[in-house]
């Protein structure tokens, strides 16, 4: 099945008794992003099924937004630093 992308919402579900939160996606790249964390932590990471997973608690985050001026900081930096963006597949 197809979802456009206003259809493919993640909702993370966590309280403050329990370490782990849940993660329900159908967003493709949060799913592999995901699935290769499974896959290398799978003491620490489980993919529940096709679109549902658990963490720690601690691999979810909200940050402060990046200023337009620390967004070029750090592009700047990455590019000294010879840092390249990957390349999507054709």
Do not use: W
Not at 37 to 50: F, S, V
Not at 71 to 90: E, L, T, V
Request: proline share 9%.
């Amino acid at each position: 099945m197809n979802l456009s992308k206003l259809e493919q919402e993640t909702i993370l579900l966590y309280n403050q008794a329990e370490p782990t939160a849940d993660v329900y996606t159908h967003d493709p790249k949060l799913i592999e992003k995901l699935t290769r964390l499974a896959e290398k932590y799978p003491d620490q990471i489980l993919r529940r099924d096709e679109h549902r997973f658990t963490v720690p608690k601690r691999c979810v985050s909200v940050r402060e937004p990046y200023s337009e001026e620390r967004r070029k900081a750090a592009s700047d930096r990455a590019k000294i630093a010879g840092y390249m963006p990957p390349r999507a597949n054709p």
